[in-house]
């Protein structure tokens, strides 16, 4: 396993709710990546955090947040829920510097 | 054009046959590159990093053609558990001078192993 943990495992919303997922990066990793995978598709990237800042951000519209705290978890906001934010939410934990990402087990977001 | 695109498959191939996975790249620029295996409703799972130079990880070869832009992977000997999707991944920095580097991923391709 990868020591990557995420909250929660599967999440039920209505459109225009807002929603927070929470990832624990795995031990001695400082940058964290949030991904959204929709069925049958690759994940795409969401943003990067590093020293508590946002620092690279994918094709995705500021409705979607994110924080990173000191201890390097993170969360990932969502507000205005769509139907089309229904997908899988994968956390990444890696080391500045290296190029392998590790991925926690999701956040299966359904969104009605 | 996609920026890493790989044939979706599905792969069916007999136990103990060889199979062959490719996937191209648009971004030249791109850094390092990578296959993960995906288990259905699980999380994508790094299988290897590819290097140019090649490199084999017991039953599995990868292999990087940064002039053609072009990845593959090489299963020997495939086992049943080698059933999966295999994600094709490219690691690009967002911005120079250390910035973000976001993964990007193909679609993956589905491979079925048949006893």
């Known amino acids: 396993e990868t020591g990557v943990t995420q909250s929660p495992t599967h999440l039920i919303k209505t459109r225009g709710q807002q929603v927070t997922l929470r990832c624990s990066s795995q031990?001695?990793?400082?940058?964290v990546s949030w991904y959204q995978q929709a069925l049958g598709q690759g994940p795409q990237f969401i943003f990067q955090y590093y020293r508590e800042e946002e620092n690279g951000r994918g094709n995705f519209p500021p409705r979607f947040s994110g924080l990173q705290f000191p201890n390097y978890s993170s969360e990932l906001n969502v507000n205005a829920l769509e139907l089309d934010d229904s997908a899988l939410y994968l956390c990444a934990s890696s080391f500045r510097g290296a190029y392998e990402q590790y991925f926690g087990p999701g956040t299966r977001l359904t969104v009605t | 054009r996609k920026e890493v695109e790989q044939d979706p498959g599905p792969f069916n191939v007999p136990e103990g046959a060889t199979v062959a996975f490719n996937c191209t790249y648009s971004?030249?620029?791109?850094?390092?590159f990578f296959w993960y295996r995906q288990d259905c409703r699980k999380e994508p799972k790094l299988l290897m990093s590819?290097?140019?130079s090649g490199n084999e990880d017991g039953r599995f070869t990868a292999q990087l053609n940064r002039a053609s832009q072009y990845i593959s992977l090489l299963i020997r000997d495939s086992k049943l558990s080698d059933s999966a999707t295999y994600l094709c991944?490219?690691?690009?920095?967002?911005?120079?001078?250390?910035?973000?580097?976001?993964?990007?991923f193909g679609k993956g391709t589905h491979l079925i192993i048949q006893p």
């Open positions: 590819v290097y140019s």
């Open positions: 031990s001695g990793h400082n940058t």
């Open positions: 971004n030249s620029a791109s850094q390092s």
């Open positions: 991944v490219v690691n690009t920095l967002l911005y120079s001078g250390g910035g973000a580097d976001g993964l990007t």
